[in-house]
């Protein structure tokens, strides 16, 4: 299996960027989509996930509100759409996939990983 990340790039404070993440082979109802982020000197953290078969999303408190995870059944893609973004959002950004379904918020619950995407958000 592999995840190819895209659609990081440099933005202002406030504005907005999708990020996208493409998975070869098959993703099934039981699978979880994750994002996590990683900004410099700091761990890894749970940003969003899904669940691939009902669609229920889960947020991290920090991004709530402002990111929106979401998936395409059929291009076996999942999203991540940041609004009102701040500096402190600034990071390398990862998707995951949990082939177990048994959570959600924990790097170590995640099997598969892209190679993440650079998202800077300037002040």
């Known amino acids: 299996v592999q995840l190819q990340a895209s659609g990081g790039g440099l933005v202002q404070a406030g504005g907005s960027l999708r990020l996208s993440c493409v998975a070869s082979g098959r993703t099934f109802s039981s699978h979880v989509m994750g994002w996590f982020r990683q900004a410099p000197g700091k761990e890894r953290e749970f940003v969003a996930a899904?669940?691939?078969?009902?669609?229920?999303?889960f947020y991290a408190d920090s991004v709530k509100g402002r990111f929106t995870i979401s998936r395409d059944n059929a291009e076996n893609t999942v999203y991540l759409q940041m609004n009102s973004l701040k500096p402190e959002d600034t990071a390398v950004y990862y998707c995951?996939?949990?082939?177990?379904?048994?959570?959600?918020?924990?790097?170590?619950?995640?099997?598969?990983w892209g190679q993440g995407t650079q998202v800077t958000v300037s002040s």
């Open positions: 995951a996939r949990n082939n177990r379904g048994d959570g959600w918020a924990y790097d170590s619950q995640y099997i598969y």
């Open positions: 899904i669940r691939w078969g009902t669609g229920r999303t």
